[in-house]
T-cell receptor, first 110, second 115 residues
């Protein structure tokens, strides 16, 4: 069964550093998403991506965040200068009606 | 504005008990979709069900059943004869058609099933 994959599973970084979280969506899906879940809290929408551009973004998705689909398979989330409050689980998802989520990347900012 | 409310923060039951997780939603759209996801301790989000706003039939899948009532804007989830493996956080979510299909999640209900 096709699945969304994410790498790395856990990333530890120093405050102020740039991080890139990687996702490989399901191949025939057209919409891609990033969500964030701060520990113990709900899952929050960050951004949706369609036809090689952002289709919607939330208030959380400020200038520090960017997304890219550098080739036909990868979908990345970049945080330019990480803050302590960026520590969270980041989920990638893709959809063809149901949203399939990747296993998540746990980002820890020290 | 869209909103999903899961008023039950945590529920504890003993194995074999039935348990119902409540979900109330708000939306102005007439076409929308409702979801339930399970998040076990390992952290991944496991899709359980997707229901569109025009289908109010209750659904049963093994020990799981869902009750969708538009009149009360609720989409409740019942686990029959609960098992320890059902212990997880359960999230209800909403997406509005034509709105990039982004999911708006509730705050989740932590279910603990004790042996």
């Amino acid at each position: 069964e096709p699945e969304v994959t994410q790498t790395p599973s856990h990333q530890v970084t120093q405050m102020g550093q740039e991080v890139i979280l990687r996702c490989v969506p399901i191949s025939n899906h057209l919409y891609f998403y990033w969500y964030r879940q701060i520990l113990g809290q709900k899952v929050e929408f960050l951004v949706s991506f369609y036809n090689n551009e952002i289709s919607e973004k939330s208030e959380i998705f400020d200038d520090q965040f960017s997304v890219e689909r550098p080739d036909g398979s990868n979908f990345t989330l970049k945080i330019r200068s990480t803050k302590l409050e960026d520590s969270a689980m980041y989920f990638c998802a893709s959809t063809n009606n149901e949203q399939f989520f990747g296993p998540g990347t746990r980002l820890t900012v020290l | 504005a869209q909103k999903v409310t899961q008023a039950q923060t945590e529920i504890s039951v003993v194995e074999k008990e039935d348990v119902t997780l409540d979900c109330v939603y708000e939306t102005r759209d007439t076409t929308y979709y409702l979801f339930w996801y399970k998040q076990p301790p390992s952290g991944e989000l496991v899709f359980l069900i997707r229901r569109n706003s025009f289908d109010e039939q209750n659904e049963i899948s093994g020990r799981y059943s869902w009750n969708f009532q538009k009149s009360t804007s609720s989409f409740n989830f019942t686990i029959t004869a609960s098992q320890v493996v059902d212990s997880a956080v359960y999230f209800c979510a909403l997406s509005e058609a034509g709105n990039t299909d982004k999911l708006i999640f509730g705050t989740g209900t932590r279910l603990q099933v004790f042996p």
